[in-house]
Structure formats: C-alpha cells, structure tokens
C-alpha cells in the first residue's frame, strides 16, 4: 500500500512562505504524476500543482508565479514551495499521487497538512 505523508504546514502571516514537503513509501518514479491538491472550509478539493515524470508542471492559475513544484527523487519526495501566501490559500493541503498501468488507474492520498494565513 502506497503511503504518502506530508509536512510543512503552519501558520504564516500574509506576504509568507512556506514549503510542504511529501514523501512517498515508495520511488516516485513510480507514479505517473505526483502533486499537491487543497480544500477550503465549504469548497471543492482543487489541483493545486502538479508533476509528472515526463517532466510537465501544471499550476493553478491563482497560485502562478508564487507557487513552486520541485521532485527530489533520491529522498522520494516532492516539495511545494509557496511564496506571497494570502488568506485565500488557507486550506488543508494534500498530497496526490496517481499512477495509470495497463491494470488501471489509482489515485493515492496522503492525510492533509494544514495552511493557515493570517495576520
């Protein structure tokens, strides 16, 4: 069972940063795309970034030019670098992982990390 956990959650005053880390039990090699969705109090679950191993990043636009996606496949983690945080990415993040074989396709989720931005 592919376990993804998750770090780097916190508060942060508005203008901040912070980086969410996610490291996977297994290589990330191994997954087709890996990558970070959020959810808000009463919202949907939206993608956030994402990576695949062809080497394709997709952003959302609302966190274009602010958020960073990078892969470190010895440490089988994937980071999320977030910068100029606002009140509007307040949520809990998660980790994705989704992987597609000639058996299937298979999402994998990691329990959440919270963000808080407040002053």
């Known amino acids: 069972q592919v376990q993804l956990v998750e770090s780097g959650g916190g508060l942060v005053q508005p203008g901040g940063s912070l980086r969410l880390s996610c490291t996977a039990s297994?290589?990330?090699?191994?997954?087709?795309?890996i990558g970070w969705y959020r959810q808000a109090p009463g919202k949907q679950r939206e993608m956030v970034a994402t990576?695949?191993?062809?080497?394709?990043?997709n952003y959302a636009d609302s966190v274009k030019g602010r958020f960073t996606i990078a892969r470190d496949h010895a440490e089988n983690t994937v980071y999320l670098q977030m910068n100029s945080l606002q009140p509007e990415d307040a949520a809990v993040y998660h980790c994705?992982?989704?992987?597609?074989?000639?058996?299937?396709?298979?999402?994998?989720w990691g329990q959440g990390t919270q963000v808080t931005v407040s002053s």
């Open positions: 990576t695949s191993t062809s080497g394709n990043t």
């Open positions: 297994e290589s990330i090699f191994s997954f087709t795309s």
């Open positions: 994705n992982a989704y992987r597609k074989t000639w058996r299937g396709e298979r999402d994998y």
